[in-house]
């Protein structure tokens, strides 16, 4: 059975190089352009795995579209990973870890990311 990703991300060069990336490796692949498009579209289409952004319409959207995922029964235990460059982009000394309640995601990937390392995170994702 093919297995469906979501990515959620603002950047369409980034989403269309990972859509190519994605396809080209048999997955089934939809995407949204901002978190409530995201969160509505994982509703509906049930994937497998969620690529997730940060900065989208706001610098931390993705960590509050992260929380309301992990809220939401039917979506609730499907693995995000959180793919950005909030780290870089606003200087910060600190990175992130998956928790919870804060950040219920899987793994926390850094852009500009690897086509493997991105591969590898979603097909342990789906183990």
């Not at 969620?50 to 039917?74: P, S, Y």
């Not at 793919?83 to 309640?101: A, C, H, Y």
């Amino acid at each position: 059975m093919v297995k469906k990703v979501l990515v959620i991300d603002d950047d369409a060069d980034f989403v269309e190089s990972i859509v190519n990336l994605l396809e080209a490796r048999g997955y089934a692949v939809a995407s949204a352009p901002n978190g409530t498009e995201g969160v509505q579209k994982a509703k509906t289409e049930k994937p497998d795995v969620i690529l997730l952004d940060v900065m989208m319409t706001t610098k931390d959207e993705g960590f509050n579209v992260a929380r309301e995922l992990h809220d939401i029964d039917d979506v609730k235990n499907t693995p995000v990973i959180m793919v950005t460059g909030v780290r870089k982009e606003m200087s910060l000394p600190f990175g992130f870890e998956p928790d919870e309640t804060w950040l219920p995601v899987k793994q926390i990937l850094e852009k500009p990311v690897k086509p493997e390392v991105l591969l590898n995170a979603v097909a342990d994702a789906l183990k």
